[in-house]
């Protein structure tokens, strides 16, 4: 292999640009040519691609975001728009591809795939809902935001005697939520993947309140439940007053963390390895800090599983 191509896809995460650098770098110290594709499969259509130099990827392992822009493409889910992509890397000598984004960049990944185009994943999503990695590119940056917007509420909660409800993202996955609620002391977690009672929350914050304890913090993620409406129930069902903070896309964006730069760097390398020893149709993850790869097909047929003892963990810290 001679010339590889490079995508960010789907929603943006901190430490894309590190894993866009890596794949870069690595491939140019192994004297392959490396075309960047502007726009995800939308660029990837209509042939928005330019090569990139060492120089290119300077100054931007410490940036959000991602340089070579990313998009939805509806497109791109038909075979046709497939093709056209086929068609485009062919006529620049492309000869693979990696795909840095989520699980719908990871579809679109395969579809290439079973089309004969060999593609490498690698996961970047804040949402850490990919299977066949322990951790996703962005997810330890979007962490550290929410704990300091956590920390910061509750000071103010502290002072007003006030139950928060932060909403964080995570529409079908947890992870946010139940990583930054125990890191922040949240009292109370709700996470798409398990059942709560609203009784039982409501009995929680009186127990605490009781014990004297001067505020509750209660992280949801987005796809439990709208903040707002839990809020008024949970004021029927308690009595308490509540305030409710929607963070928002702001966990999206910021300086990519340690953790996030090095596991984008050491995933994007992997894929440059894995496309030059003949491996196309990958998906790249880390395992018990090891870097592992699978196939993209069987890996998307896998199920994301959140570690449910870390939820455990957090009752029983929050009693
Ligand atoms: P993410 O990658 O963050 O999960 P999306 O789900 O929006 O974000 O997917 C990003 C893009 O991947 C889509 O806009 C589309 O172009 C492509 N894609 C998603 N699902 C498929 C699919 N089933 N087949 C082909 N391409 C897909």
Redesign the pocket.
């Given at each position: 292999m001679k010339k590889i191509g490079v995508l960010t896809?789907?929603?943006?995460?901190p430490g894309m640009n590190a894993a866009i650098r890596a794949v870069v770098r690595k491939a140019i110290y192994h004297d392959l040519e490396v075309y960047g594709i502007y726009g995800?499969?939308?660029g990837l259509i209509t042939g928005n691609i330019k090569k990139l130099e060492l120089g290119s990827v300077g100054d931007i392992i410490h940036r959000g975001g991602t340089m070579l822009q990313?998009?939805?493409?509806?497109?791109?889910?038909?075979r046709e728009?497939?093709q056209k992509g086929i068609e485009q890397l062919k006529a620049h000598g492309i000869e693979g591809l990696v795909v840095i984004?989520?699980?719908?960049?990871?579809?679109?990944?395969?579809?290439l795939t079973e089309q004969g185009y060999p593609c490498v994943g690698v996961p970047?999503?804040i949402?850490n809902d990919i299977p066949g990695t322990e951790f996703t590119i962005g997810f330890d940056t979007a962490l550290n935001t929410v704990i300091d917007a956590i920390d910061k509420i509750r000071d103010t909660a502290t002072s007003h005697e006030r139950t928060f409800i932060i909403e964080v993202m995570g529409r079908d996955a947890g992870d946010i939520a139940l990583w930054a609620g125990l890191a922040g002391g949240a009292e109370t977690i709700l996470i798409p993947e398990e059942n709560y009672d609203m009784q039982e929350i409501a009995a929680r914050l009186r127990k605490g309140h009781e014990r004297g304890k001067k505020h509750s913090i209660i992280v949801i993620a987005e796809g439990v439940y709208g903040a707002v409406d839990f809020a008024k129930n949970l004021e029927e069902a308690s009595d308490y007053e509540t305030r409710v903070s929607v963070l928002g896309h702001i966990q999206r964006g910021g300086s990519p963390t340690v953790q996030d730069r090095v596991l984008a760097s050491r995933l994007g390398a992997r894929a440059v390895e894995l496309l030059m020893e003949g491996k196309g149709g990958r998906a790249v993850g880390i395992e018990k800090n090891r870097l592992v790869d699978y196939d993209i097909i069987e890996a998307l047929a896998k199920k994301h599983t959140l570690d449910l003892n870390i939820y455990k963990l957090s009752q029983e810290l929050s009693i």
């Open positions: 896809s789907g929603g943006d995460s995800g499969y939308s990313s998009a939805r493409c509806l497109e791109f889910k038909t728009g497939q984004g989520g699980d719908g960049s990871y579809r679109g990944a395969k579809a970047g999503t949402d």
